[in-house]
């Protein structure tokens, strides 16, 4: 093979040795290097909550929190999250409750199929620990990575505000 394409012998791929902490719990895999984050969550470790929407890095069904921040789980390495702490949808809730935001998104229904929903709500919860009394235009902005097909954004937006009043105790 000519150029930058050359030929790939499976005996050169060095697998690596990773300890991811996801939702709480200490995770260690040996993975090949080009392994992304969302195949390693989804087909590693049996946490499919983490979807796939596309494959540029636009439609946000792929976000997971690292170090609690958003990130697109698409568009990161696997190794890259070693020595991280990783959250995805199956750590939002506690063993006895939906986080708020959950509950938020069943009360306003701001989902339909709900593809989207996961990323969605750690979007959401993200910005929530930032700004505890978003506007909604901070809320718009701070899920302008998160597309959704079926809603048409409203009750996403209005579950939201819902789990930031609930989350300040004024509802
Ligand atoms: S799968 Fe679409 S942004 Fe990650
Ligand atoms: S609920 Fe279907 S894509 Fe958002």
């Known amino acids: 093979m000519t150029g930058y394409l050359r030929e790939i012998r499976p005996e050169t791929i060095t697998e690596r040795r990773v300890t991811i ?40 069904a792929c976000t997971v929190l690292v170090d609690k921040k958003p990130i697109k789980s698409c568009t990161m390495l696997a190794v890259q999250a070693d020595g991280h702490e990783v959250t995805t949808v199956e750590g939002m809730a506690s063993a006895s409750e939906l986080h708020p935001v959950q509950e938020g998104f069943r009360q306003e229904h701001g989902l339909q199929c709900g593809f989207c929903t996961p990323g969605m709500m750690l979007s959401a919860m993200a910005l929530l620990e930032r ?30 505000l819902w789990a930031a009043d609930k989350m300040r105790g004024t509802s």
């Open 21 to 60: 902490t996801v939702n709480g719990e200490q995770r260690t895999v040996e993975i090949e290097p080009r392994v992304l984050l969302a195949h390693l969550l989804r087909a590693g470790l049996g946490l499919t909550g983490t979807h796939i929407g596309c494959d540029t890095t636009n439609c946000g």
């Open 131 to 160: 700004n505890p009394d978003p506007t909604e235009e901070e809320v718009r902005w701070a899920l302008s990575g998160n597309l959704c097909r079926c809603t048409g954004y409203q009750n996403i937006v209005k579950a939201v």
